[in-house]
């Protein structure tokens, strides 16, 4: 069994940026990709970012070039960099491992002036 734990979500004003970073432990040699999906209110879950062991990235559309996604493999950590962030970015962001196999309980991230 893996567990994840995301941290680093908050209240941010448009156009700033937030780190959010996900431990993974338990049973960490079967993770293979990493990644995060959101969820806005009313809104269906998407994808966010995915890297995987080889270090091939996946991007939403919405948030291709803005985001950047990392992994520490020493430390089973990945994270989330957010720039020009908007308020269309607000949600609940959900880390995952090896796509929809595991998922953390989520952290709030809030794009309000």
């Known amino acids: 069994q893996v567990q994840l734990v995301e941290s680093g979500g908050g209240l941010v004003q448009p156009g700033g940026s937030l780190r959010l970073s996900c431990a993974a432990s338990?049973?960490?040699?079967?993770?293979?990709?990493m990644g995060w999906y959101r969820q806005a209110p009313g809104k269906q879950r998407e994808l966010v970012a995915v890297?995987?062991?080889?270090?091939?990235?996946t991007y939403g559309d919405s948030v291709q070039g803005r985001f950047t996604i990392s992994r520490d493999y020493a430390k089973n950590t990945v994270y989330l960099q957010m720039n020009s962030l908007n308020v269309e970015d607000t949600a609940v962001y959900y880390c995952?491992?090896?796509?929809?196999?595991?998922w953390g309980q989520g952290t709030q991230v809030t794009v309000s002036s």
């Open positions: 995952t491992g090896n796509f929809n196999s595991y």
């Open positions: 338990g049973n960490t040699n079967s993770i293979y990709a």
């Open positions: 890297i995987t062991s080889g270090g091939t990235t």
